[in-house]
């Protein structure tokens, strides 16, 4: 296993493991309290979430994310979220309603078609 992305949350670390799932690249999250269990790593309260594969992926899995970095993950995350005109609440893509308000998601507001 090699670490291939040190993230600054684990929200981030989860986005890039998806990245990676997306090609068929298993990955592995590793955060303070995981490597405390494995007892490879001092875990520590600075310690962050990274992103690991298999020794054969890191290659691939270095590509992706050096895509993503360039340009990818903002454009990737505003793809993925809006908000909502009347609260402002952030939602994922896959809601087509405010879960706070009820309100409905505006279509106009997607320049990026
Ligand atoms: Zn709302």
């Given at each position: 296993?090699?670490?291939?992305?040190?993230?600054?949350?684990?929200?981030?670390?989860?986005?890039?493991?998806?990245?990676?799932?997306?090609?068929?690249?298993?990955?592995?999250?590793?955060?303070?309290p995981?490597?405390?269990?494995?007892?490879?790593?001092?875990?520590?309260?600075?310690?962050?979430?990274?992103?690991?594969?298999?020794?054969?992926?890191?290659?691939r899995a270095?590509?992706?994310?050096?895509?993503?970095?360039?340009?990818?993950?903002?454009?990737?995350?505003?793809?993925?979220?809006?908000?909502?005109?009347?609260?402002?609440?952030?939602?994922?893509?896959?809601?087509?309603?405010?879960?706070?308000?009820?309100?409905?998601?505006?279509?106009?507001?997607?320049?990026?078609?």
């Amino acid at each position: 296993m090699q670490q291939v992305y040190s993230s600054r949350d684990l929200a981030e670390a989860h986005f890039v493991k998806g990245l990676l799932d997306m090609e068929e690249i298993p990955a592995t999250i590793q955060s303070g309290p995981l490597q405390a269990v494995l007892g490879s790593i001092p875990a520590s309260p600075e310690t962050l979430p990274s992103v690991w594969v298999d020794d054969s992926d890191v290659d691939r899995a270095m590509e992706i994310i050096n895509e993503m970095k360039h340009g990818g993950l903002a454009a990737t995350q505003a793809k993925l979220t809006w908000t909502c005109p009347k609260c402002a609440e952030v939602m994922e893509g896959q809601f087509s309603r405010c879960w706070q308000c009820g309100t409905s998601r505006p279509e106009a507001t997607s320049s990026a078609v």
